[in-house]
């Protein structure tokens, strides 16, 4: 096969290419930079991971109380949090991955301290140091980015977060209106397939509004 022909790298988590000092890494910068902010939503007293104790009770973080046509009573908590917030939730997916890196690095085994919410802030932490490492030479960065961000969203979820980002229609090449956010990782067209990283999708033009 010619070299020429070879498809150019590109960010395994938005697709778009990457810069010339990014062509060995995994993901391209405005990607970790994503994740960085992903993390950092999680911990510390203000952070998601410790507002889902405050949305535990029926009613919490839902926008009103819980009305119910059956004679069961229901849960004295709510479930979605409580699956977030105990062991096998937010902070146990982040310790299996950060158990990975270390793994991957030669380090010895993280230790656990404290409670839930100090570990929290412990694993945290130590992801975001070795984050740099993970966006360069991590072959399953992509996955973890997602895994993360799926954790950030039924977080926020839980506890009756930020609205959803305002979607905004954006004209691809081929006439297709295509629905971005500013956070948007990248898309792809689907009439001609053409796939969009974060900034390439943000420079599309803005599409023209039917009329009603």
């Known amino acids: 096969?010619?070299?020429?022909?070879?498809?150019?790298?590109?960010?395994?988590?938005?697709?778009?290419?990457?810069?010339?000092?990014?062509?060995t890494h995994q993901a391209c910068r405005p990607c970790a930079d994503r994740v960085d902010r992903d993390l950092?939503?999680?911990?510390?007293?203000?952070?998601l991971y410790a507002r889902l104790a405050s949305s535990l009770r029926p009613g919490s973080g839902s926008g009103g109380?819980?009305?119910?046509?059956?004679?069961?009573?229901?849960?004295p908590v709510r479930l979605d949090p409580l699956s977030l917030a105990a062991r096998g939730g937010v902070v146990t997916i982040l310790q299996t991955w950060l158990v990975d890196w270390?793994?991957?690095?030669?380090?010895?085994h993280p230790r656990w301290e404290?409670?839930?919410q100090q570990q929290c802030d412990q694993v945290?932490?130590?992801?975001?140091?070795?984050?740099p490492w993970a966006a360069e030479q991590h072959a399953a960065f992509d996955e973890f980015a997602r895994e993360l961000a799926t954790l950030v969203r039924q977080c926020r979820?839980?506890?009756?977060?930020?609205?959803?980002p305002r979607r905004i229609g954006v004209a691809c090449h081929c006439g297709r209106t295509l629905k971005v956010t500013l956070d948007t990782p990248g898309t792809r067209c689907p009439d001609c397939g053409t796939q969009y990283g974060h900034s390439e999708a943000l420079r599309l033009p803005l599409a023209a509004r039917r009329a009603a």
Not at 40 to 47: E, F, N, V, Y
Not at 65 to 75: F, L
């Open 1 to 23: 096969m010619n070299l020429d022909d070879a498809p150019a790298p590109a960010c395994t988590i938005c697709l778009g290419p990457l810069y010339e000092h990014e062509l």
């Open 40 to 47: 950092h939503a999680l911990a510390g007293p203000d952070g």
């Open 65 to 75: 109380p819980v009305v119910s046509g059956s004679r069961t009573p229901p849960a």
């Open 102 to 108: 270390h793994e991957i690095l030669g380090y010895r």
């Open 114 to 116: 404290g409670d839930l």
């Open 124 to 131: 945290v932490q130590r992801l975001r140091v070795l984050l």
């Open 157 to 164: 979820a839980a506890t009756g977060g930020e609205k959803p």
